[in-house]
């Protein structure tokens, strides 16, 4: 159902209209990118401030300590520790992450890719981003408020979240700006959902289009269908603080009546699971057709695994119960979720399978996004198999809220979708920029962010396991896990080094911004359909919407006689061995 | 179906989706709260008398068939009709905001406040949450008063697009007069 | 200031072993964690194998010719629907029944009071203080002969221990490291854990949950004493409370009918 709406769009001239209030889903891709750019730093920032808090409690935070916390000498206090793991999180799922995976390179990629000038509503695009620019704005402003921001973990579960666990007006903020949020992520999703069915050039199937897309059009449903669950329990939490309605207040804290806490558990659980893959499907995406771009050959099972990617997205929505197991749901509940839980692992294992298939026999070439690529194989890996002890009830009534759990989910959400989001900075910088980025310096910055993260999410796994459980300002209290000390300090030593080697990426993409090598339309040999036209590619794109014969993955056809080792998709296939 | 025509019922299906999901979210909300409470209404507080939401119901049906005219009409080209049906819609929209209004005063009259408990939560919460939507759609109703002015190829599309959203409230309200008033 | 530490007598994989266990039923959670682990290792060092040799054996240098497949074969889906097949007999059905077996016939499998040994346990949880009470002679709870204790929990050896939890303000989760098992305290609702622990001495309770500023210093002392240490205990705390308890301390006024 190809052939909607593609009109050439006039070129905006004044610089408001050509930057700031752009239509142009190219720019739109950068601002988010910038956006999500410069959230990461923050949130990364405060990460190792709760790093630091955890490995060398009581002493004053290196350099920066005395200008953020000029009350406590230094010295991160505790309530501000909690306002730091609540927004670290929000930051990096809401902010980070999503803007760069979903924002920039969902707008960047799904109409280049699909031979589209622009997303199906233009308009819609840029509100969407200036929704989650105020979104940015009110949840920055929180930080400054009196009584500071939220301090409820990222979950922010009732009834510490209402009025009983946090007076201030940071919490009411906190629901405000991810309500807007929302909007602007329902705004995107409505946008990728029409761009992807009705704008693909002429000749292009569902399974003609690269997995990248594949990736970021199932995370766009994902997000239409689930962040307004998310938008109704952030409305009724906010219903409780500010109008005094009861839903999620219960016991001796519902004055009249009573509400239930762990319904909101629930609703933000039948979002958050969900979450989880919308988060990681375009990161997924970009790794299966980079894996296949780089070895020189069609993707192994790219039917399969955009089939299994798909498996994994309708699974995801009726596992979330495992997150609360230690809630005591009835036992037939628990059971249910478990058995469901595991059988996420067979769409899973397909599509490694598929990865590893595509490397097999290939001619791999390690440019820097596809060691990236092959990092978020590994890491990955890690993450999905230390999933299996949690979605084990038993095992998971020890794990539940302790380290391990943190480890798992940032190997799975942090490690796999940053260095996917790396992977694909590097990999589509030249056509976004029209230059290249220092391959010396990226590889520099590849082993010195993969290293430590290991070290720092590995080490997370092990003091999890040996019993350090979450969200605590300092695990030294207890006597039993002061033995843990060595970790935790490796921990935080990983964590400031990989935090240095992130530099040496700003360095790169700046100065590459401005100095780096010209590119060429095509330096990767890619046949897929952005790697046809200029970089960077003008403002409507495509001078004539490209007529697609091939798939995205034709490499290594060893009929070719075009003198290249892949074909572009506007080419008609050239029959290869039977 | 013409070029964009598919597109722009695809956003809207999309839009619809995430809007009903918001809604489905507060019933599964309200069936726990049911299914959990030993009676309901809970002990202490009365039913709400029917004659209000009711009335409501009514005027959002109406508003909803003068909505299906609107279309009708915009098929036929006659669009001094379209708006004349359109303005009908707007005021029973209206006048469903004053019902609605007036059920607000009554409950708060009969000492049902915002703050009473879960019962009251949820009369309060869920109603003004609908009616938040109905702004909304009051809304899209003045802009496609300002369509059918001087309309264009677009305003067919536009016209659908806008019955749609609010044939949706009207589903949506009466689920909530079944599901919270009558029942 | 020891700015890293590594100069420890045993090994950072010593360290991070989770704490004693003092249960009769933990071991079943550590050999399902051991079970699960082996075979999370056991894939991931053929995830490995496969992304460290092949990006060995087929790097630019040592192939220049890729094979040209899509990998759809019969044979290679043969080998894909082979992996997923494996994946979910020796992954998810093993652990899944393991571990529903242990849930249905262990942990929860609640003890009864009526037909076994039982001591019965409530315990109220609030910003940031755990509360013990303990039934008293008259075996009922919420009459003024409590033992009621704040952050300090004793229970006797080889005794089925049985608490029933809630909460006052905010969600906490009562977990103990050392019997491997961790519930949530939530406002409104009773949830329940049961063990019986077999090895005497002072352990930690934390609350795992986050629950506030001072999250990380809700922990109580845990006591595990032998039987008779326990009896001796108890008759004189339950002297003590009945000679001191008031029964108009609204503090101590939060007992609740036991009740399944």
Known sequence: MSGGYNEIHPEPTTFWSKYIISFDHKVIAKQFLWYGIIFLGIGGLMALLIRWTLAYPGEAFPVLGHLLFPNSAGIVPPDSYAMLFTMHGTIMIFYAITPILIGAFGNYCIPLMIGAR????????????????????????????????????WTSYPTLSTMIGSPGAGQTLWCVAIFLFGVSSTMGAVNYVTTVITLRAPGMGY????????????????????????????????????????????GASATSGSGDPVLFQHVFWIFGHPEVYILILPAWGIVSDLLSFFSRKPAFGAKATALSMTAVSVLSTIVYGHHMFTTQMSPLLTQSFMTLTMTISIPS???????????????????????????????????????????????????????????????????????GGYAGIYFWFPKMFGRMMNETMAKIHFWGTMIPLNGIFFGM??????????????PFVYDSLKRLIPINQMITISAILMGAFQIIFVINFLWSLYKGKKAPNNPWNVGTLEWTIPSPPVHHNYDVIPVVKCGPHEFGNPNLKTGRDFQYQTEELVEGPA | MKRNELQSNLAMTVVLVSAAMLFITLFMGYAVFRSSAATWPPMGTEKVSLWLPFLSTVLIAVSSWYCYQVRLDVARKDFSAARGHLTLTTVLGVAFMLAQSGLWFHL?????????????????????????????GLFALGYLHVVLRSPTDAAMQK???????????????????????VF | MDFLNLSVSTSWWELSKPPIDISTNGHLIDSLFTYTSVLAVFYFILVCIGLFGFSYLYSQKRNKTPLYTYGNKKKHLLITAFIGAAVFLSVDLNITRLSNNDLLDVFWKWPNPKTEKVLRVEVMAQQWMWSFRYAGPDDQFGTADDIVTNNDLRIPTNTKILFHLTSKDVIHSFFVPNVRLKVDTIPGRVTRVWWDANIPGEYDIVCAEMCGTHHYMMKAKLTVYSEEDFKVWQSTSEKLAMNTNNPDDKNLAWGWKWEY
């Open chain 1, 118 to 153: 622009d997303m199906a509503f233009p308009m819609l695009n840029m509100l969407s981003f200036w929704f989650a620019f105020l979104s940015g704005l009110v949840l920055l402003a929180s930080l400054v408020l009196p009584l500071g921001a939220a301090a409820g973990g």
């Open chain 2, 159 to 181: 016209t659908i697009n806008v019955e749609k959203f609010w044939h949706f409230l009207g589903v949506v309200w009466v689920l909530m007069f079944f599901g919270l008033f």
């Open chain 1, 207 to 250: 399974f003609d289009m690269p997995l990248t897309v594949w990736g970021l059009w199932l995370t766009a449903i994902l997000n239409a269908i689930f962040v307004p669950v998310l938008g109704a329990g952030v409305i009724l939490l906010t219903l409780d603080r500010v109008m005094g309605t009861t839903f999620f207040l219960a």
């Open chain 1, 349 to 419: 294992a397909i599509f490694f399978a598929n990865w590893l298939g595509t490397l097999w026999k290939g001619s791999i070439r390690f440019d820097s996004p596809m060691l990236f690529s092959l990092g978020v194989v590994f890491v990955f890996g890690l993450g999905g198999l230390t999933g299996l002890h949690l979605g084990t009830v038993t095992t998971d009534l020890y794990l539940h809220d302790t380290y391990f759990v943190v480890g798992h989910f940032h190997y799975t959400m942090a490690a796999s979708v940053l260095l």
């Open chain 2, 108 to 136: 708060k009259s009969t000492g049902v406040f915002v703050t009473s408990g879960i019962f009251a939560s949820v009369m309060y919460g869920f109603t003004w949450i609908h009616a938040v939507h109905v702004v909304l």
């Open chain 1, 461 to 474: 796994l092990m003091v999890g396991y040996g019993g350090m459980h979450r969200r605590i300002y300092n």
